[in-house]
Protein backbone atom coordinates (compact mmCIF):
# COMPACT_ATOMS: atom_id res chain seq x y z
CA UNK A 1 0.00 0.00 0.00
CA UNK A 2 1.51 3.41 -0.89
CA UNK A 3 0.76 5.52 2.40
CA UNK A 4 0.59 8.90 0.77
CA UNK A 5 -1.74 7.71 -1.98
CA UNK A 6 -4.17 5.65 0.10
CA UNK A 7 -4.15 8.95 2.85
CA UNK A 8 -5.51 11.22 0.11
CA UNK A 9 -8.20 8.60 -1.49
CA UNK A 10 -9.39 8.29 2.12
CA UNK A 11 -9.60 12.20 2.52
CA UNK A 12 -11.07 12.85 -0.80
CA UNK A 13 -13.85 9.94 0.18
CA UNK A 14 -14.60 11.59 3.34
CA UNK A 15 -14.62 15.14 2.31
CA UNK A 16 -16.85 14.14 -0.75
CA UNK A 17 -19.28 12.02 1.87
CA UNK A 18 -19.80 14.49 4.01
CA UNK A 19 -20.29 17.33 1.17
CA UNK A 20 -22.94 14.65 -0.32
CA UNK A 21 -24.70 13.52 2.58
CA UNK A 22 -24.23 17.07 4.42
CA UNK A 23 -24.37 19.43 2.03
CA UNK A 24 -20.81 20.83 2.81
CA UNK A 25 -17.51 18.96 3.19
CA UNK A 26 -14.47 19.74 5.24
CA UNK A 27 -11.85 22.51 4.38
CA UNK A 28 -9.79 20.39 5.59
CA UNK A 29 -8.73 16.80 5.82
CA UNK A 30 -5.55 15.45 7.49
CA UNK A 31 -5.17 11.45 7.36
CA UNK A 32 -2.65 9.63 9.24
CA UNK A 33 -2.29 6.15 9.03
CA UNK A 34 -1.35 3.98 12.57
CA UNK A 35 -1.53 0.29 12.86
CA UNK A 36 -4.88 -0.86 12.00
CA UNK A 37 -6.03 2.88 12.22
CA UNK A 38 -6.51 4.82 10.11
CA UNK A 39 -7.17 8.90 11.63
CA UNK A 40 -8.92 11.55 9.19
CA UNK A 41 -9.02 15.37 11.23
CA UNK A 42 -10.84 17.59 9.77
CA UNK A 43 -11.61 21.43 10.14
CA UNK A 44 -14.10 23.68 8.31
CA UNK A 45 -17.29 21.35 8.46
CA UNK A 46 -20.32 23.31 9.33
CA UNK A 47 -22.67 24.83 7.00
CA UNK A 48 -23.78 27.96 7.46
CA UNK A 49 -27.31 27.38 8.95
CA UNK A 50 -25.40 25.05 11.80
CA UNK A 51 -23.09 28.29 12.49
CA UNK A 52 -26.26 29.90 12.80
CA UNK A 53 -27.36 27.37 14.91
CA UNK A 54 -24.40 27.41 16.66
CA UNK A 55 -24.95 30.44 18.76
CA UNK A 56 -27.36 28.67 21.51
CA UNK A 57 -26.42 25.62 23.76
CA UNK A 58 -29.00 23.81 22.69
CA UNK A 59 -28.31 24.53 18.81
CA UNK A 60 -24.90 23.15 19.62
CA UNK A 61 -25.96 20.21 21.33
CA UNK A 62 -28.44 19.12 18.20
CA UNK A 63 -25.18 19.93 15.65
CA UNK A 64 -22.87 17.47 18.02
CA UNK A 65 -25.59 14.82 18.31
CA UNK A 66 -26.72 14.64 14.93
CA UNK A 67 -23.48 15.12 13.19
CA UNK A 68 -21.96 12.57 15.54
CA UNK A 69 -24.77 9.85 14.87
CA UNK A 70 -24.64 10.49 11.23
CA UNK A 71 -21.30 9.71 10.57
CA UNK A 72 -21.14 6.35 11.95
CA UNK A 73 -24.44 5.23 10.16
CA UNK A 74 -23.16 6.22 6.83
CA UNK A 75 -20.30 3.98 7.58
CA UNK A 76 -22.96 1.19 8.22
CA UNK A 77 -23.10 0.75 3.93
CA UNK A 78 -21.24 -2.13 2.96
CA UNK A 79 -20.71 -0.37 -0.97
CA UNK A 80 -18.66 2.43 1.28
CA UNK A 81 -17.08 -0.18 3.77
CA UNK A 82 -15.71 -1.90 0.64
CA UNK A 83 -14.16 1.41 -0.68
CA UNK A 84 -12.22 1.52 2.17
CA UNK A 85 -11.47 -1.56 2.17
CA UNK A 86 -9.91 -1.68 -1.34
CA UNK A 87 -7.98 1.15 -0.41
CA UNK A 88 -6.24 -0.01 2.49
CA UNK A 89 -5.99 -3.71 1.81
CA UNK A 90 -7.70 -4.57 4.96
CA UNK A 91 -11.10 -5.60 6.68
CA UNK A 92 -13.76 -2.90 8.45
CA UNK A 93 -14.00 -3.10 11.71
CA UNK A 94 -15.59 -0.26 13.43
CA UNK A 95 -15.92 3.79 13.11
CA UNK A 96 -15.18 6.16 15.96
CA UNK A 97 -16.23 9.49 15.37
CA UNK A 98 -16.93 13.14 16.98
CA UNK A 99 -17.59 16.37 16.47
CA UNK A 100 -16.42 19.81 18.30
CA UNK A 101 -19.13 22.64 17.44
CA UNK A 102 -17.03 25.35 19.00
CA UNK A 103 -13.93 24.58 16.73
CA UNK A 104 -16.06 23.43 13.81
CA UNK A 105 -13.63 20.41 13.63
CA UNK A 106 -14.12 16.81 13.29
CA UNK A 107 -12.45 13.44 14.16
CA UNK A 108 -12.94 10.16 12.62
CA UNK A 109 -11.31 6.75 13.54
CA UNK A 110 -11.71 3.95 11.24
CA UNK A 111 -10.45 0.11 12.80
CA UNK A 112 -9.44 -2.13 10.48
CA UNK A 113 -8.69 -5.85 11.30
CA UNK A 114 -5.14 -5.59 10.31
CA UNK A 115 -1.87 -3.17 10.61
CA UNK A 116 -2.40 -1.60 7.44
CA UNK A 117 -1.04 -2.01 4.40
CA UNK A 118 -0.86 -6.29 4.98
CA UNK A 119 -4.58 -7.32 4.35
CA UNK A 120 -4.23 -10.06 7.11
Known amino acids: MNSG???????????????????KGPDEVVTRFSGPLVICEMKGCMTNFEKFM????????????????????????????AQLERIVNAKFIKIYADFCVDTDSAISVFVFQSSLGTGQ
Open 54 to 81: AQTPEGKQMIHTARTAFVKRMYEDPALR
Open 5 to 23: LAAREIGNLVRNLRKQHMG
